[in-house]
């Protein structure tokens, strides 16, 4: 498996979990963290992005893994 796969792989997995553990929150309690919230999905988003730009790089300037075909 690809690193960046497996990097997509977990963060999927975190965002997931991570939601589940707000809505629960917010049952139990009746408030939600919002600023814990706001910057742990926007890491997520911000990691994402760079995993993007690193693939858009990689295939504007012609580098490829000869695995992938």
Avoid: H
């Amino acid at each position: 498996m690809k690193t960046s796969n497996l990097v997509l792989l977990v963060l999927g997995v975190f965002a997931l979990g991570f939601i589940g553990v707000m809505t629960a929150v917010f049952w139990v309690k009746g408030a939600v963290p919002d600023t814990l919230i706001q910057y742990t999905l926007g890491a997520g988003g911000a990691e994402t992005l760079l995993l993007a730009g690193i693939k858009i790089s990689k295939v504007i300037f012609g580098e490829r893994n000869d695995l992938e075909e």
